[in-house]
Every structure is written in C-alpha cells, then in structure tokens.
C-alpha cells in the first residue's frame, strides 16, 4: 500500500502544478483571447463530455486491459473496479456541487455585464438557464457560438470539476497500475491529457482553480483505494518475471 500511495501522490503532485500555480497568481478569468486556441481547449473538453466521455472510457478501459494483460477472470475484475472509481467519483462530485453550489465564472461574469444576478440564475431551472444563456448572449461578439451553446449545457454548479476528477482519475490510474509495467508513454500521454482537460475548463470560464485542485485531491483518494484493490484482488501489478525481463530488453540503451 505504501508503494502505491507514493506513486499515485508523485502523479498528483504533477497534475496539482497547474492549478494550483494559476490560484496562487490571482489569475482571473476573462472571455476572449485566441479563438483557435480556446476552440482546440474545446474539443479537448469534449473528450470528457458525454456522449463522448462513454467512448473515452470505453478506450482507456481497454487499453488498460491490454497493457496488464490479466486473464479474463482478473481483468472482468479490473474493468469493475476502473468503471467504479469513475462512477463513485462523479456521484461524489454531484453532491458536493449540490451542497456547495458555487457559480461558474462565466455565470458570475453574465452577473457583472448582463445584469443576471447569480443566485436568481441558479434558482432557475436548468432549461430556463440555458433559454436565459441564449437570450443574453445572442448578440454578444465576444463570445463564438460555440462556446455560447457549450455554456447552455454546462449550467450546474462548479465546485469542484467532474471533468477533472474523469481525466485526473484516469492520469493516477495510470500512474497507479501502468507505472510499475514501464507504460511510460502511456503515462505521459495521461498526465498531459489530463492537464489539458483541466486548463481547458480554466480557460472556457467552467471553473475556478481551486475546483480543479480539490478534484485532483479526491481524485488521487479515490485511485489509491482502487489500485489496492487491484492488487489485492485482481493480480500483482508487478509483472511476471519473463515480462519484467521482456520490459527491461526493451528499455534498455542500444
């Protein structure tokens, strides 16, 4: 447990950089600024989003699948526990958004320039919110329209982010059972997606840092406890010794 609690805390402290650099330079969020750029941020959000969340998971569930390469009982297992941990997260992140609800960004900034008071906004139903979106911004040119439909959806609360806690979840997973099998692309592929994800939600007016550094945290509780159970469960994550052999054949310098 101990091993694993060090590794999964080494990703977390990575993936805390980011936000937690952004909170304590008293960034503030502002619409605008390069429009390709926030379009790309966009779609690297989108990857989390649903429906396209189900097939990002789906993805990651199998190619975790493979780089373990458990036998079928083990890996119905691991495939169990993976979908767990991303389910129990998101449930978690509703009732704390439920019970903290605290504005986006952009909704605090509707109040600033539009007039929209922030708590008259949230007593409204989600349907009305995104009718009240639409009908506010319809002739602002400071916003592209596809951000503007983006924020229609995204009319919950903020604190703190369910898209960090998928992309964070699945980063420290990684980190957790693919670290010990050398997956070192894989992990760095997780990380900077992860970290992509989050800066994405900064950037589109979605949520403040501290939503992302909290998610990260409950993130990194939440993986340590699978990995365990992983492991104590499913199949050591140490590898086999023909494919320990195999993996350091392969990592070693020509």
Same mark, same amino acid.
């Given at each position: 447990m101990?091993?694993?609690?060090?590794?999964? &805390?080494?990703g977390? @402290?990575?993936?805390?950089?980011?936000p937690l650099?952004?909170w304590?330079?008293? %960034?503030? %969020?502002?619409?605008?600024?390069?429009?390709?750029?926030?379009?790309?941020?966009?779609?690297?959000?989108?990857?989390?989003? =649903?429906?396209w969340?189900?097939?990002t $998971?789906?993805?990651?569930?199998?190619?975790?699948?493979?780089?373990?390469?458990?036998r079928? #009982?083990?890996?119905?297992?691991?495939?169990a526990i993976?979908?767990?941990?991303?389910?129990?997260?998101?449930t978690?992140?509703?009732?704390? #958004?439920?019970?903290?609800?605290?504005?986006? /960004?952009?909704?605090?900034?509707?109040?600033?320039? =539009? $007039?929209?008071?922030?708590?008259?906004?949230?007593?409204?139903?989600?349907?009305?919110?995104?009718?009240?979106?639409?009908?506010?911004?319809?002739?602002? &040119?400071?916003?592209?329209? %596809?951000?503007?439909?983006?924020? =229609?959806?995204?009319? @919950?609360?903020?604190? /703190?982010?369910g $898209?960090?806690?998928?992309?964070?979840?699945?980063?420290?997973? @990684?980190?957790?059972?693919?670290?010990p099998?050398?997956?070192?692309?894989?992990?760095?592929?997780?990380?900077?997606?992860?970290t @992509?994800?989050?800066?994405s939600?900064?950037?589109?007016?979605? $949520? %403040?840092?501290?939503?992302?550094?909290?998610a990260?945290?409950?993130?990194?509780?939440l993986?340590?406890?699978?990995?365990?159970?992983?492991?104590?469960?499913?199949? /050591?994550? &140490?590898?086999?010794p023909?494919?320990?052999e195999?993996?350091?054949?392969?990592?070693?310098?020509?």
């Amino acid at each position: 447990m101990r091993a694993i609690a060090k590794r999964t &805390t080494v990703g977390a @402290g990575l993936l805390l950089i980011m936000p937690l650099t952004v909170w304590l330079s008293g %960034w503030q %969020w502002a619409p605008g600024g390069n429009s390709a750029w926030l379009k790309m941020l966009y779609w690297i959000t989108e990857t989390v989003t =649903q429906p396209w969340g189900i097939i990002t $998971h789906v993805l990651l569930c199998g190619w975790f699948l493979w780089c373990l390469r458990f036998r079928l #009982k083990a890996a119905i297992m691991l495939f169990a526990i993976l979908a767990a941990v991303i389910l129990l997260g998101q449930t978690l992140k509703s009732a704390i #958004k439920d019970r903290v609800q605290e504005p986006r /960004p952009f909704v605090v900034w509707l109040e600033k320039t =539009q $007039h929209v008071p922030t708590d008259e906004f949230y007593n409204l139903k989600r349907k009305q919110r995104s009718e009240l979106v639409k009908t506010q911004l319809a002739s602002n &040119t400071e916003v592209p329209g %596809w951000l503007r439909k983006h924020w =229609q959806k995204e009319t @919950g609360f903020a604190f /703190p982010s369910g $898209h960090t806690m998928f992309a964070a979840s699945w980063a420290l997973l @990684g980190v957790g059972l693919l670290w010990p099998r050398r997956r070192t692309f894989t992990l760095v592929f997780l990380l900077v997606w992860a970290t @992509g994800v989050m800066g994405s939600r900064l950037l589109l007016g979605m $949520h %403040w840092p501290r939503d992302l550094a909290v998610a990260t945290l409950l993130s990194w509780l939440l993986v340590t406890l699978a990995t365990w159970l992983t492991e104590r469960f499913c199949v /050591p994550l &140490t590898p086999p010794p023909e494919e320990a052999e195999e993996i350091a054949e392969r990592d070693e310098v020509p």
